[in-house]
């Protein structure tokens, strides 16, 4: 007799089985995904949308496309509102909505009126997985991605491994918050410990927390380099999609009681503290407490991670009748306009005014240096979400990471303190029962569109191209790098270099520039020698999804990395824009290289086509070591048409 035995299906496994096109949901392997919402910000979507462009379709063929303006919002010159218009017009041109500036930032919008459970949606920025807090499975990806996906092709993703948080418990309130809970898995996990993983919630302890405490979590599990992260929904979901007036996008999402997971963290919430993360990474936790006395200069409260309006409420309760202390400035930048209506209806703007706190326009901000840097050797506080060196615009300021309530009782103290030792006490409330509806900043795709006219700035130039994959490399080592290389080291932003995120040749110049200021004139020699090679550490490119910190590089003549190992979207953003990641054989060959030896690589395609392993020859310093890539036979095919634009055009045809 056959004896059948299903296994229960854990809520990644529930998503992936109802969007799969092809391949299989096991990890480790390729799986192809129906991608149901796709959006952009404005800082990596001028990329996306000249690369949807030039792909060459019609219209948007996802259910849903969003166009968001959140990051170049200061306007100090033509660059930034030239990339607005060109972004609005692309929009409607092409059947996206365009969430005009001053909307919000992407993932707080994203969730108050599009994210829903059981969906797929794919962002250009890292901290997509926001949309996680209520059941969704959102991915953060590179431009040309998610220009693949808006055209019509599947997405394709190397099953991750699920891994459970069990939440038991409840949180140790009013001081303990999300934030906390997040920094704690970060203090366990490190910025390493979500690599190749989807982090799934679970356990009693879920229902303690609210949509927008639970994105908080999901939002940061980007700093943990996990693919995504996702919580059940139930009925507090169904509350926060009704108070948006939402319902109808509400359905149930839970694992099997006998579903299998690759690992299990479980984490107390009632043994959780208010936790501090110090310079110059995220997962650098200590409790706040060892830090008691510690005088501050700067208090950041908003971003993507902290600002819904049911934290701002606490956090103008803990203003009101206060002052932020003499030697604080604090800054406090609002979500969403919808977040921002409301406090200001209340009377809670008004509470934040009269402590003394700035306030800024719904948008990043000081979170990516566009305005608020802190000065020299100075503290900033932040309820953000990363303190990468250099990061906030000055990389001689010092960036930690605390909960909004903490950054709170911080700036009214003026120096680092147990907030629940401050003597104060913040209102604490739970999600309104209804949000002010009023999308008259979120324009919708027009009908009748062909004769739309998009308008290109003169700041925005093509998209530079590598060509088709050489049979041999001969380049020299431009830089050797350590472990946990960022994004915003690769290539910064801030408010002097994010306005060229449309202007490759003249972005290309800062490629690094926070580290060695020479890099970009070396690479310019390198090129008529041959060109480049980056050589890295563990968890190459970890951070932004910026495609930026790989096309930048290659228009310098970039033409492999070879590392450790690398985090998932910058891997992919080398590889669609045909630039070949290899990984150390024997990690102990990365130490026996120098900056500025030359390397020969031959016969690339064979190797690539076969085994994957590749002998390089260290020409200066006379022996050879191995190297290998892990491609799976989409990301071959890509690399050898030359990147995946000419590949995506191919397979559309
Ligand atoms: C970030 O937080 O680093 C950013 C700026 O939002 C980036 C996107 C970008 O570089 O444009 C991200 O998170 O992907
Ligand atoms: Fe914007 Fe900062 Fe969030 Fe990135 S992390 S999307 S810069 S608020």
Request: charged letters at 25%; one cysteine or more; glycine letters at 8%.
């Amino acid at each position: 007799m056959l004896n059948f035995y299903i296994v229960g299906k854990n809520i990644v496994e529930k998503i992936f089985e109802t969007h799969k096109v092809y391949g299989e949901s096991k990890a480790g392997k390729p799986v192809g995904l129906r991608v149901d919402q796709v959006y952009t910000q404005d800082a990596t979507g001028t990329m996306a949308w000249l690369q949807f462009e030039a792909i060459g379709v019609e219209r948007v063929k996802v259910s849903l496309a969003v166009s968001y303006v959140d990051h170049n919002m200061i306007q100090s010159n033509y660059m930034n509102p030239d990339d607005h218009l060109f972004l609005q017009t692309a929009a409607a041109r092409y059947g996206a909505y365009f969430s005009k500036p001053g909307n919000g930032i992407s993932h707080q919008v994203h969730l108050e009126r599009f994210a829903a459970p059981n969906k797929i949606a794919l962002g250009t920025d890292s901290h997509t997985p926001t949309g996680g807090g209520i059941g969704m499975i959102a991915i953060g990806v590179g431009g040309l991605d998610a220009a693949t996906v808006m055209a019509g092709a599947p997405f394709e993703i190397t099953m991750p491994q699920v891994m459970l948080i069990e939440l038991r418990s409840r949180l140790n309130r009013p001081w303990v918050t999300a934030m906390d809970v997040i920094l704690e898995i970060l203090r366990r996990l490190t910025v390493r410990g979500g690599i190749g993983k989807i982090l799934e919630y679970g356990g009693h302890g879920v229902r303690d927390l609210s949509v927008t405490e639970r994105a908080t979590i999901t939002n940061m599990g980007a700093e943990i380099g996990a693919t995504t992260s996702i919580f059940p929904s139930d009925e507090r979901t169904r509350h926060y999609l009704k108070a948006q007036e939402r319902e109808i996008d509400w359905i149930e999402l839970h694992a099997d009681e006998d579903a299998e997971y690759a690992d299990v963290l479980e984490i107390d919430l009632s043994s959780v503290e208010p936790l501090i993360a110090k310079p110059h990474s995220p997962d650098n936790v200590v409790p706040l407490r060892e830090l008691s006395g510690t005088k501050i200069d700067q208090v950041c409260i908003g971003s993507c991670t902290n600002s819904s309006y049911q934290l701002m409420k606490s956090v103008a309760s803990l203003l009101r009748g206060n002052s932020v202390a003499e030697n604080v400035s604090l800054l406090i930048n609002p979500g969403s306009k919808q977040v921002y209506e409301m406090l200001s209806r209340e009377g809670l703007m008004a509470d934040m005014i009269a402590a003394g706190a700035r306030i800024l326009e719904c948008s990043c901000g000081p979170c990516i240096g566009m305005g608020g840097s802190p000065g020299t050797g100075q503290i900033s506080v932040r309820s953000y979400n990363r303190n990468f060196r250099g990061r906030s615009g000055n990389k001689d300021a010092f960036v930690y990471l605390a909960s909004a309530l903490s950054c709170t009782a911080v700036a009214i103290k003026g120096k680092i303190v147990d907030p629940r030792d401050s003597g104060l006490h913040p209102d604490v409330s739970d999600e309104p029962e209804s949000y002010p509806v009023n999308d008259n900043m979120l324009i919708a795709p027009k009908e009748d569109a062909k004769n739309i006219k998009v308008i290109k700035g003169p700041n925005i130039k093509e998209v530079p191209f590598k060509g088709l994959l050489p049979e041999k490399i001969e380049a020299e080592v431009l830089i050797k790098l350590g472990d946990n290389i960022t994004t915003d080291e690769i290539m910064p932003a801030g408010s002097a270099v994010l306005p060229l995120r449309s202007n490759i040749p003249t972005m290309s110049e800062f490629v690094f520039s926070n580290l060695d200021s020479t890099f970009s004139k070396r690479a310019k020699e390198a090129q008529s020698r041959g060109g480049g090679i980056i050589v890295g550490g563990d968890n190459y490119g970890q951070g932004s999804s910026r495609e930026h910190a790989a096309i930048a590089p290659m228009y310098l003549g970039l033409h492999t990395v070879i590392a450790k190992s690398f985090a998932r979207i910058h891997r992919s953003n080398l590889i669609n824009f045909g630039i070949l990641p290899l990984q150390f054989s024997r990690p102990e060959d990365y130490d026996r290289i120098n900056e500025a030896d030359r390397l020969l690589l031959k016969d690339l395609e064979k190797s690539l086509r076969g085994n994957q392993s590749y002998t390089v020859d260290n020409l200066t310093r006379n022996y050879s070591f191995e190297v290998f890539s892990d491609l799976n036979e989409r990301e071959k095919k890509v690399l050898l048409t030359g990147g995946l634009l000419p590949f995506t055009k191919k397979s559309l045809q």
